[in-house]
């Protein structure tokens, strides 16, 4: 069994908002608090930290604090790069002084990554790209995506840089849309230190095969991280893992497996109307059971029906364990 | 040319918020204001209102004279049905106590449509539905939507009520998802004052024919309200009209023509990055523009099409109007 | 455990062809070998057979004798509403003498329903609706399906008659093509013995929640069949049940006790590239396994987590069942 | 005005099939009638051939007459790798001797394409790639579809490749699926001689910004020809041009002045419900009709729009030259 280590976005412990219920699903949450929900799951070891901190005056020691003691460790630091003021893009709005300003958050996020010995700087440009056709320059959305992030990441050669793709929301067209997209900006930067987080919510999402698009982006040698959610893959719903595609679940777990994935696993949920911590601890439970079914799995049997690209044999496989019946394997 | 008029939903002019912009797009905008800047459309002359309304302590008089200096009617009154409170449910929410608060909500909006001279009551359940396989008991889904809404509506046989389905959002799975669907749950109501409040937008994104569906729930009787807006299809964008459907807006702008439809029609825009009164103000100019369109419209050409289903002789009457060149019909 | 008599659309042990592989997927194969086929998997027990049959000559008596031969018993008769003749619909084709053949085809499979001794005569008009933006008067093609499948229906008041709805294909707009539609045409037939046809996979396809549309249509005691199946909810893939939707599959079937559904069920499948013996097999084992966790299934837990919407303890009952480990439990 | 030269799909013009009109939607077509029928368009001066060629016997001097007659020249040979021996994949087929039966027929492609002085061989390898969850194994998936690619390309580097990506059909997952992904391929195979055909239809599907895409892969200097056609973003419905996308069209058009395609634009349409010689001309009639467009259009007045990423000032430039009225352009 993969005995892999846990750890979440830290925005699923706090408040959430959207258009229609403007007064909120719950009460404000500062980051200090935050931390301490997730250290009361029980089996959060790091956090992906969003940084201005929220809560007034929050400062960085105290932080520090709290991390440590809850015994969690920050494990990137992500700067909110889709604010008001970025509302018509971070590193491609039209405007050179608010992509300046981009760039200088991204810094300012280095910073405090290094403070909270954090291990990556996590870039999503949730406001860069556009909404409706012919409102922008597409060749230069792309240069400037490339350019800025490309600033940032050479200002400090020494930290490790991820983007987090999605094919939309805020925006209706966001421009990370998708692994192979991602990959090919990344080339176009030019630097060796800025991978992929992949999330495997948005590969659904991307409507890409998650189990196929991991092990590309991996092959490359640009895969930073793994967070982990659900959705109905129409929509980035950041739900309980495993609750909708729990056949696909497994299959992505498996092929971590096969690109030797040392963890750790983030959550990364918007449990709206849940508790935040129960949300998390359903989904740990679900991905260690899942690991659990992987650790049964009949792996010979499942390459042979693979070489034979036989679909049949290859799910009976899978639904024998999920099933646990033998059952299946009777018939065979 | 039909000489529509128009209006809009007042929250096109508020403030806009969503998960990730959690310090809003622009700044807060009290029912008052709202109604000063439709007015400066020009073209705005019907507000469907939201209750309770925005602003602190903004009273029934003031609303009603801000209405009468701006030369705008309230066409509709739309209870907030989905605020915290609501987070799982308002006419369905498991609790009957929160249930209850729902139909007193929608009691208060018929008192307050009333001293407004507003049309119609307009129920938006956005919380009504469910997020996971298994969360709920779908029968007494159907059940407490029915009798919430039949509720109310029996309270005062003197008003209108009309329902506007979506598919989804905020809930993954809105129960008034679709004009079908909608259409059996009116029935199941029993009574003769609810009927559907028909967005455009809504029916884009629920996968229908919008041309064909407004003319299903029209020769039910159960036509209310018209709202236009566009999409992508996928999620609810509520951007100007025509922008991205635009042979689509036209061939229902051509629908309302054959089912006689009088007006108003409301915009229903979220112009999270642009100017709320310049994006009516595109909206009005397309309309208006599609309508001079139709009044072109060769309908015994289009009628001959239609009677052979010849989807190419259809699309050069619509597309010569379009392209306006002749060219088409030279060719035939 | 619900001990369902199983059976299969006929189509599925014949011969596939797509618009690609035009030398077909494999050789052909007539409706007397295809009832042997069927046989062989050894627990189809009724068959949907297509009229006219495959193969030159086939007469009914030998259907009839290869039937009782096998074991088999005719669950429905599906006329091929949908050849070349019918390829700008059936029912609701511009022209009154191919609507006429369309009644004239449905009255012919009444006949052979009735020396088959089946239970029901199927209408899948796949032809019926269009391609383009304004190819159709929407009204007259509603009038005309109400009016064709009614007139079939009123010819023999002792036949039940079903409607199988699919969103698309071979129409990129089908007429049929929800539940909740269907019902409403249904309604304005005005008579008794039309039902519908509730397959799984094009309930998945038409992005409805299969569990509570199965119940939506039972209970207005319009629920004639059950097909199963699975798709990637974007095009009728027609695959072995629950390989990728395996949670809303145990979901559905939890739906059927519910209903008190006393079977059968039969498969619809289109297995291209796969054994159609052992693609129905393996449909039939994931069944019955499925039937045994819901056996398992708490029903106590279920509905209490239901009657508060609470979603993960919901998920939990289900995840638990199927990922066998005890674990989940452990933990509440 | 770009003057495009024009061309199409020689499938257009020959029989189309689908899994239920098993009868087909039409006779017969071999090569040589097809050309012929591609003729009578009166604008299409360029085809992409199938091979093998449609009709017992057909011999490529009969070919190669039939195009001189007509006055057409082969711009493409498409090998047929979908046909029933390669359903399990050509150059990922499981089988080695059928992966060599793949390349065997790319090479002969070769041999064709010279001898009918075709610029370039097109793959469109619609069987390669996966039906079910666990199915396949992802990475031999890729080796196998770039070594198989890169084998034939290496055996003739004078001669020019093309790959053209569909997301699925007849596969439910083709390996090909988007612009970005077959990028990374070819970059993974190493030669000079292999790029895109641009599918407009395709990248739709794709849920790409054709606009956009098209761009990316010009950029990289991988664009070798490009198809046009329109669909419903669902499913491949190869539409006349424009008649649902009509926007979306006109900026794909724009997009190819920008990066100064000199064509030819390819029809690739199933017209199969209408006469293909008709539904071709009404493409052409329409892709001029908006080359006229787009030569009214104001390019600083958009430059400037999308400078400031300002969707609406954008929008009304475009929907001002598509609504003719001048309406717009008064108001601002």
């Known amino acids: 069994?993969?005995?892999?280590?846990?750890?979440?976005?830290?925005?699923?412990?706090?408040?959430?908002?959207d258009r229609y219920a403007t007064d909120a699903y719950g009460p404000e949450v500062d980051t200090i608090k935050a931390i301490e929900k997730a250290a009361e799951v029980g089996d959060i070891r790091v956090l992906d930290i969003n940084y201005p901190f929220a809560g007034d005056g929050v400062t960085v020691a105290e932080v520090r604090e709290a991390l440590k003691r809850t015994g969690i460790r920050a494990q990137a630091i992500t700067p909110h790069l889709y604010m008001r003021e970025f509302q018509l893009g971070s590193f491609t709005h039209p405007d050179p002084k608010i992509r300046q300003k981009a760039i200088d958050l991204g810094t300012k996020a280095i910073e405090i990554a290094h403070e909270l010995d954090a291990r990556y700087v996590?870039?999503?440009?949730?406001?860069?790209?556009?909404?409706y056709p012919f409102q922008v320059d597409y060749q230069r959305l792309w240069d400037n995506s490339v350019e800025g992030i490309r600033s940032v990441a050479q200002s400090d050669p020494s930290m490790q840089f991820a983007i987090e793709y999605k094919a939309k929301e805020p925006r209706s067209h966001m421009f990370f849309n998708s692994s192979a997209r991602t990959l090919l900006a990344i080339e176009d930067m030019g630097v060796d230190n800025v991978g992929i987080v992949f999330d495997l919510g948005h590969s659904f999402f991307a409507k890409e095969t998650p189990a196929e698009a991991v092990q590309l982006v991996a092959r490359r040698g640009k895969l930073v991280s793994i967070e982990l959610n659900d959705n109905w893959r129409e929509w980035d719903d950041d739900m309980a893992v495993g609750t909708v595609h729990l056949i696909e679940t497994l299959e992505f777990l498996a092929a971590l497996r096969t690109i030797q994935?040392?963890?750790?696993?983030?959550?990364?949920?918007?449990?709206?109307?849940?508790?935040?911590?129960?949300?998390?601890?359903?989904?740990?439970?679900?991905?260690?059971?899942?690991?659990?079914?992987?650790?049964?799995?009949?792996?010979?049997?499942?390459?042979?029906?693979?070489g034979r690209h036989d679909a049949l044999a290859a799910q009976r496989v899978v639904l024998d364990l999920l099933l646990g019946t033998g059952l299946v394997k009777d018939h065979d």
């Open 261 to 306: 994935w040392q963890g750790p696993l983030l959550l990364d949920q918007f449990p709206f109307r849940e508790n935040s911590v129960e949300a998390a601890r359903s989904s740990i439970l679900t991905i260690r059971a899942l690991e659990r079914v992987l650790d049964r799995l009949d792996l010979n049997a499942l390459a042979a029906a693979q």
């Open 1 to 17: 069994m993969a005995n892999y280590e846990f750890g979440a976005g830290i925005w699923m412990f706090q408040q959430f908002i």
């Open 122 to 131: 996590k870039f999503w440009p949730g406001q860069d790209g556009f909404d």
